[in-house]
Antibody
Framework: EVQLVESGGDLVQPGGSLRLSCAAS????????MHWVRQAPGKGLVWVSR????????NYADSVKGRFTISRDNAKNTLYLQMNSLRAEDTAVYYC??????????WGQGTTVTVSS | QTVVTQEPSFSVSPGGTVTLTCGLS?????????PSWYQQSPGQAPRTLIY???TRSSGVPDRFSGSILGNKAALTITGAQADDESDYYC??????????FGGGTKLTVL
């Protein structure tokens, strides 16, 4: 079964850091691009970042550029999102998703990040 | 900055047909934007319906179809059912490794 499982969400103070993980199983992780997508409470989906299959190419939404870093460990079938200088507006459920033909074909269940003092 | 537009809300009668659209604040959507569509029920993760304009995701019934209509991407639901009542999102690939979601459409079946 194709599956993505996020972890690492937590309550963190403004200015703090957090690393999210996304464990993949049931498919050849190393051959797929991967995304992070977030959803603030009561709001819509927002694309955050993408990484290509060999981690040589990454892209970010303007709202997180310079603060967030996407990475992956293909040997561990795991995707990461390092989040620094967190702000209240980063509060959201964060989903990882597998890319297929420039769309998100498989989603995890999400992990919740709350930025508050 | 280009905004991806969706109808904020739509309603359809049970058994009816509804077409949701996904446009651009400037310009036309084409297959080169690889439009994809997602269904999300409250408290749930998104579910992929359509990717690359019109490719149905595994397990998605053929009541759901994607297309380009005029200058927008479109998601058509035929034979609407009560459990189709959800939020629907589109996302467009803008090129240069950037994706943008629309604001979502809240579909009511009544």
């Amino acid at each position: 079964e194709v599956q993505l499982v996020e972890s690492g969400g937590d309550l963190v103070q403004p200015g703090g850091s957090l690393r999210l993980s996304c464990a993949a199983s049931g498919f050849t992780f190393s051959t797929y691009w991967m995304h992070w997508v977030r959803q603030a409470p009561g709001k819509g989906l927002v694309w955050v970042s993408r990484i290509n299959s060999d981690a040589r190419s990454t892209n970010y939404a303007d709202s997180v550029k310079g603060r967030f870093t996407i990475s992956r460990d293909n040997a561990k079938n795991t995707l990461y999102l390092q989040m620094n200088s967190l702000r209240a507006e980063d509060t959201a459920v964060y989903y990882c998703a597998r890319d297929t033909a420039y769309g998100m074909s498989v989603w995890g269940q999400g992990t919740t990040v709350t930025v508050s003092s | 900055q280009t905004v991806v537009t969706q109808e904020p809300s739509f309603s359809v009668s049970p058994g009816g047909t509804v077409t949701l659209t996904c446009g651009l604040s400037s310009g036309s959507v084409s297959t080169s934007y690889y439009p994809s569509w997602y269904q999300q029920s409250p408290g749930q993760a998104p579910r992929t319906l359509i990717y690359s304009t019109n490719t149905r995701s595994s397990g998605v019934p053929d009541r759901f179809s994607g297309s380009i209509l005029g200058n927008k991407a479109a998601l058509t639901i035929t034979g609407a059912q009560a459990d189709d009542e959800s939020d629907y999102y589109c996302v467009l690939y803008m090129g240069s490794g950037i994706w943008v979601f629309g604001g979502g459409t809240k579909l009511t079946v009544l």
